[in-house]
T-cell receptor, first 111, second 115 residues
Framework: GESVGLHLPTLSVQEGDNSIINCAYS??????FIWYKQESGKGPQFIID?????DKRQGQRVTVLLNKTVKHLSLQIAATQPGDSAVYFC??????????FGTGTQLKVEL | GAVVSQHPSRVICKSGTSVKIECRSL??????MFWYRQFPKQSLMLMAT?????????EQGVEKDKFLINHASLTLSTLTVTSAHPEDSSFYIC???????????FGSGTRLTVV
């Protein structure tokens, strides 16, 4: 059968509040980071990316912060909506071509 | 924008048979394609990286004779799960990249169930 894995960490927020999803990485050579949203039964959907020469990047309702000193990445979603409910993954390239995914966070938006 | 089509979206096969999954880049040429496997409530795990015209590079622990990858053209890569067993049941996802410096575009995934 399938492997039994850890349950995804869950973040529950009220509709309209801001959400902050965190991610830690270990490879100091990583120079490109991406946040993805994955809905049930679908492939990952690009949200926003950031390169290591930046520490902040903003998109529509989303902001990514990169702290290279502590190898930490965060995704901020402003005015969270029910449609934002999904699993969010950070991913990084480790300085190469392969994209490695973090463990993921389940975001649940409560009405 | 870049679009990747993955087919089939769902497949059920009998134990011992083989299944082929296709991944196509529809509006760009992909020098590199990636195959991932995802079990429920888990992250995407990279299985292999394939460059057009060359052999795929498999991640540690992934059996290359069981998961055959072909990347014969710049727009098509296939993953064949040979002699499938119930433990191969999973969600398989492909990704394509035009080249270094470009983004990664993902397919919609294939739900494989081996009975």
């Amino acid at each position: 059968g399938e492997s039994v894995g850890l349950h995804l960490p869950t973040l529950s927020v009220q509709e309209g509040d801001n959400s902050i999803i965190n991610c830690a990485y270990s490879n100091s050579a990583s120079d490109y980071f991406i946040w993805y949203k994955q809905e049930s039964g679908k492939g990952p959907q690009f949200i926003i990316d950031i390169r290591s020469n930046m520490d902040k990047r903003q998109g529509q309702r989303v902001t990514v912060l990169l702290n290279k000193t502590v190898k930490h990445l965060s995704l901020q979603i402003a005015a969270t909506q029910p449609g934002d409910s999904a699993v969010y993954f950070c991913a990084e390239t480790g300085g190469g071509n392969k994209l490695t995914f973090g463990t993921g966070t389940q975001l649940k938006v409560e009405l | 924008g870049a679009v990747v089509s993955q087919h089939p979206s769902r497949v059920i096969c009998k134990s011992g048979t083989s299944v082929k999954i296709e991944c196509r880049s529809l509006d760009f040429q992909a020098t590199t394609m990636f195959w991932y496997r995802q079990f429920p409530k888990q992250s995407l795990m990279l299985m292999a990286t394939s460059n057009e015209g060359s052999k795929a590079t498999y991640e540690q622990g992934v059996e290359k004779d069981k998961f055959l990858i072909n990347h014969a053209s710049l727009t098509l890569s296939t993953l064949t799960v040979t002699s499938a067993h119930p433990e191969d049941s999973s969600f398989y996802i492909c990704s394509a990249r035009r080249g270094m410096g470009y983004g990664y575009t993902f397919g919609s995934g294939t739900r494989l169930t081996v009975v």
